[in-house]
């Protein structure tokens, strides 16, 4: 038996890591709010595979331990004993299975102790499934002075649960009194410090004493292996003392605390999942009611504990019934939603085509004003070409102004002087006449003396007036000639001939012969002047005189300003 118990410490401790987080979990439970608890009873239950996977695993290393080579009755009978324990809240059948085994041994070896045994482990499993009748006949069978003084306590419990799942199956009280008479039988004989004991004295003083009954079941809290099949009884018995009390918190968290045990133990006999389902339904929440009650059939279903099943089923059929109602209610609200989010999609798909074609004539119209603004722009540079060709013309008014008002005041001055030396010529050449000098007279009349004075008289005036207007003009003009080619004046002259052409061209003086007629030569030695200039020049011949007419605009501007 102590090897057995060494091999399956082993399998024990493979399976241990799946829960760890779960016992983590149920170690802060005290100070962990009811929705952290169901958070922690919602991922159990969802690895509630797992849990059953991890038992069936832990329950094929014990059987393993049957293909010993010459294994004995003795160890054959202590390995079918542990697979009982293992599928006694399991599974039944297989239970059953492995208790019969073991009546054949104690049978063919005639060993009283093991046949008592086996037979009240059969009762006890025949009331879990409810073949009743059977196990009472196995009970009234046995002889209670005969049996060895180990095996009361166990022949009592099977009477009190023949009696307590007989109760549940059929809805009845009237076996309450039987049910008393053997626990109190019971009760006698169990060890006072033992869990049973003091869980079934917590149980009698229930409803007579609440007092009593919370200081055992706290001490047993404190004292039981956490998430271990007794905590999951603790835990139920705190739970039915605090519904007793109308304390519904305190109850639903040690419901919860006994249904995660029982789902981390693969505890099949789960009635704290029931009344968690009917506290779900109380408060409403089909969903937890019908998830929680599933679990609670699949449970029995799988196992073969049918003592609650009657009143499970009835309880799922209602809760079945509401759930497919909300169900029904939840689809025909969501078919609601759906037509009402097809409409209102088919409005946003409608205001996504007026946006997407506003954005177009924006867009549209974004381009027209850009191409508007390079039309403006250019036009601007139009106008603003126009408006420099203006202010050159104006310049040129402005200059042309400002020669005409020179040249008039110098006229005037030039035409009084002239007629004045001409009314002295007047008088001396009328005094020769009439003193009768008539060789004098000729001689005058004959002489370019006079005329040739006027004349540098007049290109003096002109050099000096056309100076004044443009006092930069002579370096400026030999700018535009080449090195060596550049024009170099007399002492004390102020022009020359070729100056002086140019002069009258930039007083817009274009005309050739006015030039010959003004500068008293002919009109191809004024185009000699011109065409041995234009070759001397640096710039391109065709502009050189378009540029001699620039010569003088930005100082005379400055000047005017």
Not at 145 to 165: H, S, V, W
Not at 492 to 512: H, K, P, Q, S, V
Request: proline content about 1%.
């Amino acid at each position: 038996m102590i090897f057995l118990i060494g091999r399956m410490k082993i399998s024990f401790l493979k399976c241990c890591l799946l829960c760890l987080i779960s016992n983590w979990v149920l170690v802060v439970y005290a100070d962990n709010t009811l929705k952290d608890l169901t958070d922690s009873l919602d991922f159990v239950l969802s690895h509630k595979q797992e849990y059953v996977v991890e038992k069936e695993k832990r329950i094929e290393q014990i059987k393993k331990m049957l293909d010993e080579h010459d294994i004995s009755s003795v160890r054959k009978y202590e390995i079918h004993s542990a697979l009982y324990s293992e599928y006694k809240k399991f599974n039944i059948d297989s239970a059953l299975y492995y208790v019969n085994r073991n009546l054949q041994i104690a049978l063919s070896r005639n060993v009283s102790y093991w046949e008592y045994e086996s037979e009240l482990r059969l009762t006890l499993l025949y009331s879990m499934c409810g073949m009743y009748r059977e196990a009472e006949n196995i009970l009234k069978e046995i002889n209670s002075q005969a049996l060895p003084k180990r095996l009361l306590p166990e022949y009592y419990n099977a009477y009190c649960r023949f009696f307590e799942y007989y109760a549940a199956s059929v809805s009845r009280d009237q076996y309450t009194t039987q049910y008393r008479l053997y626990e109190d039988s019971l009760l006698s004989v169990l060890d006072t410090a033992s869990f049973d004991y003091k869980s079934r004295m917590a149980s009698r003083y229930f409803g007579v004493d609440n007092s009593k009954t919370e200081k055992i079941l706290g001490d047993l809290l404190m004292t039981t292996n956490l998430g271990s099949p007794d905590y999951a009884i603790v835990t139920h018995a705190l739970a039915s003392l605090n519904q007793a009390r109308g304390n519904a918190m305190e109850e639903k968290k040690y419901f919860i605390l006994s249904a995660i045990s029982d789902l981390q133990n693969a505890t099949r006999e789960n009635a704290s999942m029931q009344n968690l389902a009917e506290i779900a339904y109380k408060e409403n929440d089909l969903g937890n009611a019908f998830k929680f009650t599933q679990s609670a059939i699949d449970d029995a279903i799988a196992s073969g504990i049918s003592f609650r099943v009657a009143r499970m089923y009835k309880f799922y059929s209602i809760i079945s019934a509401n759930y497919q109602a909300k169900e029904a209610k939840v689809k025909s609200d969501l078919m609601n939603y759906f037509i009402m989010i097809c409409v209102f999609s088919g409005f946003l798909v409608l205001l996504v085509i007026y946006i997407y074609l506003q954005w177009k004539k924006i867009s549209r119209i974004k381009e027209e004003l850009s191409d508007s603004n390079v039309k403006f722009q250019k036009l601007n540079e139009t106008l603003h070409n126009v408006n420099e060709l203006l202010n050159e013309k104006n310049t040129q008014l402005v200059e042309v102004n400002h020669i005409k008002e020179q040249y008039i005041a110098q006229f005037f001055n030039m035409c009084s002087d002239y007629i004045g030396k001409m009314e002295n010529y007047q008088r001396t050449l009328y005094k020769l006449a009439i003193n009768k000098h008539y060789e004098e007279l000729i001689k005058s009349l004959k002489s370019t003396a006079t005329v040739d004075s006027e004349l540098n008289v007049l290109y003096g005036h002109f050099d000096s007036i056309f100076l004044s207007l443009y006092p930069t003009f002579v370096p400026d003009f030999n700018a535009l000639l080449m090195d060596g080619e550049k024009v170099t004046l007399r002492q004390g002259n102020l022009f020359n001939t070729e100056l002086r052409i140019y002069a009258l061209l930039r007083l817009g003086i274009t005309d050739t012969g006015k030039i010959a007629s003004f500068l008293r030569c002919s009109m191809s030695t004024i185009y000699n002047y011109r065409t041995k200039m234009r070759n001397k020049a640096i710039v391109d011949k065709e502009s050189f005189e378009q540029r001699v007419m620039h010569i003088g605009e930005v100082h005379q501007l400055s000047e005017r300003d």
